[in-house]
């Protein structure tokens, strides 16, 4: 009994740690530097704040990239190449013009950590389900009005950030139930977008 008991108590801690310790302790690389290195060294590239309105075509050569940090950019939309990134963990779009959560990014299968916070995404379609690794999810000040029932497949998910707007109280109620064992944050909903 003594011994379940502790293996039991391990689980629980371990499973607690590693939503502790889920961080990015990638080396990133300016492109500028990846582009001199050999391509299979690189493994995370950051092309923050360089106002891009796209994804420089040199970047497909980097097949290997585990982290991508392309915060504070002009993205509208992510290239069909970044399908090609299946070993990517990180992704950074933090402050862009996306509208959607396109089929680039929930192609990516090995994504632990989104962050698609200050864009102007509308709705999550069922494509969503398909991030069954993804862990963190950063979806603050979005204007988010549709969120498909494939989300709620997302158990894995320990954090999600939904902070940024005014919802309804159902809306928030029925996330919030969907994920009970997940953080989600959400600023205080008001009972008069309720219909």
């Known amino acids: 009994m003594n011994k379940l008991f502790t293996l039991g108590f391990l689980i629980i801690i371990g499973s607690f740690s590693f939503a502790q310790t889920i961080k990015d302790t990638l080396h990133y690389y300016s492109l500028e530097e990846a582009i001199s290195l050999n391509n299979d060294e690189v493994f995370a590239i950051d092309l923050s704040k360089r106002k891009l309105e796209s994804v420089p075509e040199e970047l497909k050569n980097f097949k290997h990239l585990k982290g991508l940090n392309l915060n504070r950019n002009r993205l509208t939309t992510l290239p069909e190449?970044?399908?090609?990134?299946?070993?990517?963990?990180?992704?950074?779009?933090?402050?862009?013009?996306?509208?959607?959560?396109?089929?680039?990014?929930?192609?990516?299968?090995?994504?632990?950590?989104?962050?698609?916070?200050?864009?102007?995404?509308?709705?999550?379609?069922?494509?969503?389900?398909?991030?069954?690794?993804?862990?963190?999810?950063?979806?603050?000040?979005?204007?988010?009005?549709?969120?498909?029932?494939?989300?709620?497949?997302?158990?894995?998910?320990?954090?999600?950030?939904?902070?940024?707007?005014?919802?309804?109280?159902?809306?928030?109620k029925k996330w919030i139930e969907a994920f009970p064992n997940t953080k989600v944050y959400f600023d205080k909903p008001c009972n008069c977008l309720d219909h």
């Open 81 to 172: 190449f970044f399908k090609d990134f299946t070993a990517l963990e990180f992704l950074y779009l933090h402050r862009n013009k996306l509208i959607d959560i396109s089929e680039e990014i929930t192609s990516l299968s090995n994504l632990l950590w989104l962050d698609i916070s200050r864009n102007n995404i509308t709705k999550i379609t069922a494509s969503i389900g398909n991030l069954k690794k993804l862990r963190y999810l950063d979806a603050w000040d979005n204007l988010f009005e549709e969120i498909d029932l494939a989300f709620t497949e997302l158990k894995q998910l320990e954090v999600i950030d939904f902070r940024g707007n005014t919802y309804a109280t159902s809306f928030v």
